[in-house]
Each structure stands twice: as structure tokens, then as C-alpha cells.
């Protein structure tokens, strides 16, 4: 058993790896966690102020985002030796996803620090190279192990889903302001290099750039929106569209809002683990938040009664080195 005095040592510990943990994936770069120390447990939580909304509506992003960052936390703690395990209790009304508490021994986990540092999301143009089925076939087995399924499907049988649901995205004025207020297209922006979505991120030239300022504007979208802005916005996004590739969607069974934290955890295991072999994600929420899309994408993976789609995120290899660009800004990092 871990002694009192151990049981201290670890959860203060904690500070000294969550920082590592900043670099968890998460929607908009909101990073909305937080940690609430207490006695003998330290409670995983999330800012009211940092939780999207109408991009979304249900709520799921936040929950992966809630699991892919105590995922991180654990293996930045079992690299330091911390004998920490989490204890799953989400509740909306104290906005508690769970608690980490002592345990008799580090968080078992072949991923280091390192992996998440270098974890790169990739929302650029790539290469015609097709990934590998046995990293697939290892992701799927590795879904299966954690109690979900991963479909795998074409990125030329989701295309027209994805140009759809990008529609639906740009054209709902709620999603149109709130991709704005966490959007930073120049370094002079205040909060260009600590969160939010900046123009590197977005892999936006300098045209791209304008574009999007001006169109997004709120007088200018007010204006357009009627008349058709929404199928022009569109191809300010061709690269998530354009070419081969594999996307694979995370399903399960069930309507259980706590397995989203799970499926967060998983999304860090998998993404770490393509990411070793040089291959990249790109996640695409919106096609699962949009309500003329998600059906049509849960007939495409097969989904069986019951089962949902929960992740939806493509995988190939990036047509220039991601690492030459500058990576995602995080307020508990240092600026970049």
C-alpha cells in the first residue's frame, strides 16, 4: 500500500509534469483542463470560458480533449516515477471530468514525453504514399484492446461528406463567430503564441490569410452568408478534401458521455503511436457534429445498432516536413 507520506510526494509531483501534459491534443486549441489539488487526490476539471460551444454542441470535443490530456499527464508522470492512476467521475455541474490518485505503481505506458512534444497535427496538402495497412491494422487492434472499433474508409468515399459538413460549418453564423474569436491570423494578435488557432496551424498563405479576416468579418458575413459565402469558404479548406488517403473513425456503442473521456485516451495512444511511424492526423470534428453528415458517415464505417461515430481524423504522410514550422502555442509552455 502507498503510505501517507508517498501519497503526498506524488500528487505534489504532479506540478512538475503538467506542463509536459499542455501538449495534448485538444479542439481550437482551447486547452480547456485544469487541475484542482485536494486532499490525497488532485481533481482533473475544465474552464467554463474555454469550452466551445456552438462548434460543439454536444460537448463531445471537450470530453476527448479532457482524455487525451489525462493520457498525457499519466505518461509524463510515469516517466518521472509518479504512482499516479485516474478514477473516472465526470460531472457537469462542479465541470469534473475525474481524480487522480496514488497508486502502488507508475501508469503502465511504452510513450515518453518526448512523443507528446513532438505530436504534430497536420492540416496541409499530402503525399499521393498510402499509409502502411499494418499501422492500421495495429490501430484497429489497439481500439478493439481499449473496447471501441475503428473504421477505416477511403478519404474519396468521405470527400463528399466533408465538403457537406464544411457547408453546414461555415454557414452557421454561432460556428462562424466562435472559429473567429479562437482564430489568430497574425503575430500581432495578443494571444498569437499561447492559444486559439493561429495562421501557421492553419497552414493559410497570405491571401488565405486576408480571405479569411475579411470573410469571416462580421458585417462582410452577415452580408454573403445569403448568398452563397459558405460554398465559397469551402475551398479555403481543399487540402482536408483533396486527394488519397485513409480516414478512420472511432466508434462505440452506446450513448454513455464518460466513454468520450476514454476515447480521448485512446486518440492519444493511437495518434503517439502513428506519429512514431512518421505518419500524421488530421481530426475533422465537424462532420460528426453535423446533423446531415453523421448518419450518412456511420452507414459508410458499417456502424452496427447502437454504435456512433466519435472521432473522425484522417492519416497519410504530409507533402513538406511539419517539423520545419513552428509547433501548436501552449499557454503553460514558454512562448515561441
Known amino acids: 500500500m502507498t503510505s501517507p507520506e508517498n501519497t503526498t510526494t506524488s500528487l505534489d509531483r504532479l506540478r512538475e509534469v503538467a506542463a509536459e501534459s499542455a501538449r495534448a491534443a485538444n479542439a481550437h486549441n482551447t486547452q480547456p483542463w485544469e487541475l484542482r489539488p485536494g486532499t490525497g487526490r488532485v481533481e482533473v476539471g475544465w474552464r467554463a470560458e474555454d469550452a466551445l460551444g456552438p462548434s460543439d454542441p454536444a460537448h463531445r470535443d471537450l470530453r476527448l480533449s479532457l482524455g487525451t490530456y489525462v493520457e498525457s499527464l499519466l505518461i509524463a508522470a510515469a516517466e518521472q516515477s509518479i504512482a499516479v492512476d485516474f478514477e473516472l467521475d465526470l460531472d457537469t455541474e462542479t465541470r469534473r471530468v475525474g481524480r487522480l490518485l496514488p497508486a502502488d505503481r507508475p501508469y503502465d505506458t511504452g510513450f515518453r514525453t518526448s512523443d507528446i512534444a513532438g505530436r504534430r497535427v497536420w492540416r496541409g496538402a499530402w503525399k499521393p504514399q498510402q499509409v502502411d495497412t499494418k499501422a492500421i491494422e495495429a490501430a484497429q487492434e489497439t481500439a478493439r484492446a481499449a473496447g471501441f472499433r475503428v473504421a477505416a474508409i477511403s478519404t474519396a468515399a468521405a470527400r463528399p461528406l466533408l ?76 487540402s482536408a478534401t483533396a486527394g488519397d488517403g485513409v480516414v478512420l473513425v472511432i466508434l462505440d456503442k452506446g450513448e454513455d458521455t464518460a466513454q468520450e473521456v476514454a476515447a480521448g485516451r485512446l486518440v492519444t495512444r493511437l495518434w503517439l503511436d502513428l506519429f512514431r511511424q512518421g505518419i500524421y492526423v488530421h481530426p475533422q470534428s465537424h462532420v460528426i457534429d453535423c446533423p446531415h453528415t453523421v448518419g450518412d458517415l456511420a452507414a459508410l464505417c458499417g456502424a452496427e445498432d447502437g454504435e456512433r461515430p466519435l472521432v473522425f481524423f484522417r492519416v497519410g504522410i504530409p507533402a513538406v516536413d511539419p517539423s520545419l514550422r513552428p509547433r501548436h502555442p501552449r499557454r503553460d509552455l514558454p512562448q515561441q
Open 163 to 238: 465538403v457537406r459538413a464544411y457547408h453546414w460549418f461555415f454557414g452557421d453564423p454561432g460556428i462562424a463567430a466562435e472559429l473567429m474569436a479562437w482564430t489568430r491570423l497574425s503575430p500581432r494578435h495578443p494571444k498569437y503564441r499561447s492559444d486559439g488557432l493561429n495562421d501557421v496551424m492553419l497552414v493559410l498563405n497570405r491571401v488565405e490569410r486576408f480571405l479569411m479576416g475579411l470573410l469571416f468579418s462580421p458585417v462582410v458575413y452577415r452580408a454573403l452568408r445569403p448568398l452563397g459565402l459558405p460554398r465559397f469558404l469551402t475551398p479555403l479548406s481543399s
